[in-house]
């Protein structure tokens, strides 16, 4: 591959908005990387989590309960529908959430890592073991408690963005094969946790309801047997599905994930068409410009270039914009709103001995803390040794071990399951405390694992580099391994690497791979 080739698209991009524009564009570039890193994300949801503690245990807390016990609503006649701020951002806002999470299931499924059987397989077993050894851990605390052992669901969830997001901060010192292993693991433990939801964690269900439930999906549905590909009419019916869950006694947050299922995934656009037809409109409108003209008097070339952009427009799936537009709202909006309100932990009244001198926090955090990567490591070692997965390519068991210790980060899914399981306020603090320890020890342990072993082999000059960087952000939501692995691939001046680096990835079947490269001592990677 030529410089000028390599240069050519990077040029395009920097010139193709006017000088006096350009700037602003930039800093909105940054913007809208910042929004979509999961580092950043993370760092926010703790800083959330960080003050609800504080708050809770200062004179403050009172008023800060009640500012979210606030109730806001509206009446029509004598009628009055209305909700308060802690409920609205826990059953309207969460259900935006899960259906964020339906999304992203949904792409596995259809074109990601969930669509390999033999390659899925692996972090599907291995999530099912760290759903089964939580559950039996906590039992064995709380077994004899009919009054706690309904929590038994709140320690069998990974939180996917806690999780990748420390994950993220290692970068491509760790193999590409981590990260998916430990994503793909954290979409089908999501999967465990909705139908553990839907099931146990309702109320008494209404048969009403829910025969009006499954008429909505059953438009959801017919829309999408139509081919309807506007987003418009599938959010508005997505409205109507919501609240008839809501009043049906299942959790309203599994209409999220139910709407996102019907969303269609494919393209209205006939891609093998567009790809000729834009190029025959881009030359079109280029022989119609004419740059002594001001561009708003030139109508053929206006024309020209709109119905370009509004066909190219929806060569996006839809499922695709909506997951778009719903990652940086969700990841620096609900997320946080939701652990400002939910991880209030107060102290005050009671010591700490006190809290965790409980069944139900040593079952959370153990069934965290030591059940998931125990599971998870289990399951995926027998799954190995009887032949019928292999471990991801470059990775280790040590890696994997760092992996497992990830996956006990619960955090948001667990103190979710937790407000859901339990209706004695003192039992929910408990499994609050127990997930927040649990999850912060998972987090900082697994880390300093996967980091030490990255030292070692940072000292023999590896690196692990992804041959299409951007195809990585979406696979494995590793933006901060991305970013790292074009750096280090721009940096490489050895031709032989770089033949390695274009020849395994024209034998990769989606044009991504992943190569182990032995630096020099002066490109050593460990500063990047």
């Known amino acids: 591959m030529s410089d000028k080739a390599q240069k050519e698209p990077q040029t395009w991009h920097k010139s193709i908005y006017i000088d006096e524009v350009q700037q602003n564009q930039n800093r909105f570039q940054k913007f809208m990387t910042f929004t979509y890193s999961s580092t950043k994300a993370s760092a926010l949801m703790l800083l959330a989590a960080v003050v609800a503690l504080i708050v809770a245990n200062t004179g403050l807390y009172a008023d800060f309960l009640g500012f979210w016990d606030t109730e806001i609503g509206f009446s029509v006649g004598e009628r009055y529908a209305g909700m308060s701020l802690a409920n609205i951002i826990n059953d309207i806002f969460m259900a935006v959430f899960f259906l964020l999470v339906g999304l992203e299931i949904k ?17 599907i077993i291995g999530a099912v073991g760290g759903v089964v ?35 993220s901060l290692l970068g491509n010192r760790v193999p590409n094969g981590v990260r998916v292993f430990l994503s793909t693991l954290a979409v089908a433990d999501d999967i465990i946790a909705i139908i553990v939801i839907a099931v146990f964690y309702g109320h008494s269900p209404s048969i009403v309801w829910l025969a009006c439930v499954v008429a909505v999906v059953l438009v959801l549905v017919a829309m999408n047997r139509m081919h309807v590909y506007s987003l418009l ?71 020209t270039v709109s119905n370009l952009s509004h066909v190219a427009r929806q060569v996006v799936p839809p499922a695709t914009r909506l997951e778009h537009k719903l990652y940086p709202w969700v990841y620096f909006g609900i997320l946080p709103l939701f652990a400002l309100t939910n991880a209030d932990v107060s102290l005050l009244g009671s010591g700490v001995m006190e809290l ?25 070692f027998v799954v190995v040794k009887l032949g019928v997965s292999k471990l991801p390519e470059n990775t280790t ?34 499994a609050k405390l127990a997930i927040l320890l649990a999850s912060a020890t998972a987090g900082v342990v697994g880390f ?20 299409n960087p951007a195809s990585t952000v979406r696979q494995t939501a590793g933006t901060e391994a991305a970013e790292r ?36 001592e002066d490109q050593k990677f460990g500063d990047q």
Request: hydrophobic share 50%; with cysteine.
């Open 133 to 167: 050894a939580p559950i039996l851990i906590y039992m064995s605390f709380n077994g004899g408690f009919p009054d706690t052992q309904h929590g038994w669901g709140i320690p069998t969830a990974t939180d996917i963005a806690f999780a990748l997001g420390v994950l």
């Open 397 to 430: 068991w040590i890696h994997m071990v760092g992996a497992g210790l990830l996956g006990g980060v619960g955090f948001t899914m667990a103190i979710f399951v937790a407000n859901l399981a339990f209706p004695d306020a003192g039992h929910v603090v408990n």
């Open 356 to 380: 965790v001198d409980n069944p139900v926090f040593f079952g959370v955090f153990f069934g965290l803390l030591v059940g998931k990567p125990l599971g998870i490591l289990l399951f995926s």
């Open 107 to 123: 792409y596995e499924m259809t074109a990601g890592d969930l669509t390999n059987f033999r390659q899925a397989l692996l972090p």
């Open 233 to 303: 009419p599938y959010l508005l019916v997505g409205v109507v599905l919501w609240y008839c869950v809501f009043m049906s006694g299942v959790h309203s947050t599994i209409a999220g994930v139910l709407l996102a299922f019907t969303i269609p995934a494919g393209s209205r656009i006939n891609l093998r068409q567009f790809i000729g037809w834009s190029a025959y409109e881009a030359k079109k409108a280029g022989e119609s410009y004419n740059p002594d003209v001001h561009v708003s008097a030139q109508e053929e070339y206006i024309e």
């Open 448 to 467: 300093t694992f996967l980091a030490a072993k990255a030292k070692v082999e940072q000292r023999r000059g590896i690196a692990y580099l992804t041959t």
């Open 485 to 520: 692995s074009k750096e280090l691939l721009d940096s490489i001046d050895s031709p032989l690497a770089r033949q390695e680096i274009e020849e395994a990835q024209k034998n990769s079947p989606r044009g991504v791979a992943e190569v182990v490269v032995e630096l020099g």
